[in-house]
């Protein structure tokens, strides 16, 4: 099955840097790819996603990219705020089937 | 709110008890599904219902029995527990299985296992 690992799994930044989770899938049929936000005492809540026919996407100051030679994707956030703090979950699938996901990054943003 | 909401958010048992956890999603979704969360562990899926009808059961043990009477409630029912099941409990919805995979989550039930 399918097996996804996760870097880092806790990363501190200062405000206003940027940060950069990193992903690496096995199961070269995957082809869904989305990107959750757990905040404390909260369920993974959907932040952005990505699909196998694209190599990058961006939603303000989210992006993420996708590299499926190298079986690799990463979230980058720009100008960090405190409130992004939270553990951040990659994830992937096949065929839109149930999702497999990484073990988390705890990301810290200090003002 | 996400539409997804669980009861009880805390849950303290002992290993003879029996207990039910329930999510409810207000979404108009027909498909749901159960998580387990432990500490430095990925998301673990235990089962899927699409329609009403288990769709995956991921070789869970049997002292969890999952029930989804309609497809706007889904039931975890616990017995005889191990301190091993101590997690955070998610549930989630989805338009439908195998089409749109965007899961909304609820916040999860806290079991701990005495």
């Known amino acids: 099955g399918e097996n996804v690992e996760q870097h880092p799994s806790t990363l501190s930044v200062q405000e206003g840097d940027s940060a950069v989770i990193k992903c690496t899938y096995s199961?070269?049929?995957?082809?869904?790819f989305p990107w959750y936000k757990q905040e404390l005492g909260k369920g993974p809540q959907l932040i952005i996603d990505?699909?196998?026919?694209?190599g990058e996407k961006k939603d303000q100051r989210i992006a993420v990219t996708l590299n499926k030679t190298a079986k690799h994707f990463s979230l980058h956030i720009t100008e960090t705020q405190p409130e992004d703090s939270a553990v951040y979950f990659c994830?992937?699938?096949?065929?839109?089937?149930?999702?497999?996901f990484g073990k988390g990054t705890m990301l810290l943003v200090s003002p | 709110e996400t539409g997804v909401t669980q009861t009880p958010r805390h849950l303290v048992m002992g290993m003879t008890n029996k207990k039910s956890l329930k999510c409810e999603q207000h979404?108009?979704?027909?498909?749901m599904y159960w998580y387990k969360q432990s500490a430095k562990k990925p998301l673990e899926l235990m089962f899927v219902y699409s329609l009403e009808e288990r769709v995956e059961n991921n070789s869970v043990p049997s002292r969890f029995s999952p029930e989804c009477p309609n497809s706007s409630h889904l039931f975890l029912h616990l017995h005889t527990l191990q301190p091993e099941d101590s997690a955070l409990y998610l549930c989630a919805s989805s338009q439908d299985w195998g089409q749109d995979n965007i899961q909304y989550f609820g916040a999860g039930t806290r079991l701990s296992v005495l």
């Open positions: 994830a992937a699938s096949i065929g839109y089937s149930t999702l497999t």
């Open positions: 979404l108009g979704h027909n498909a």
């Open positions: 990505i699909r196998s026919n694209v």
């Open positions: 199961d070269s049929a995957s082809n869904y």
